[in-house]
Nanobody, 124 residues
């Protein structure tokens, strides 16, 4: 059984930083791409960042480029999302997900397993 446990969300003022973590168990973590998604109230879930199986390739949605960094530690079965210069529009529930294969994906249909989500709230 694959389990994903996110942590690190919370309330932060605009301009602040948070670091999200997602620990994965029950699957060969190092063989699969990983992604971070977010969903704000009334909006569709969107990919925020994705990383290939070995960290060699990454992808970011335009709105977070230069502010967010995705990384992974395959020895610890964990993926991270460092979020700097946070804005109120970054407020959402953030989800991590395990990809269906080793290449990073841009759409939620390319991900097989999902965490429960962690709330990130950025106040102005």
């Amino acid at each position: 059984q694959v389990q994903l446990v996110e942590s690190g969300g919370g309330l932060v003022q605009a301009g602040g930083s948070l670091r999200l973590s997602c620990a994965v168990s029950g699957r060969t973590f190092s063989s699969y791409a990983m992604g971070w998604f977010r969903q704000a109230p009334g909006k569709e879930r969107e990919v925020v960042a994705a990383i290939s199986w070995n960290g060699g390739s990454t992808h970011y949605v335009d709105s977070v480029k230069g502010r967010f960094t995705i990384s992974r530690d395959n020895a610890k079965n964990t993926v991270f999302l460092q979020m700097n210069s946070l804005k109120p529009e970054d407020t959402a529930v953030y989800y991590c997900a395990v990809g269906r294969d080793y290449e990073l994906g841009y759409h939620q249909s390319q991900y097989a397993y999902w965490g429960q989500g962690t709330q990130v709230t950025v106040s102005s």
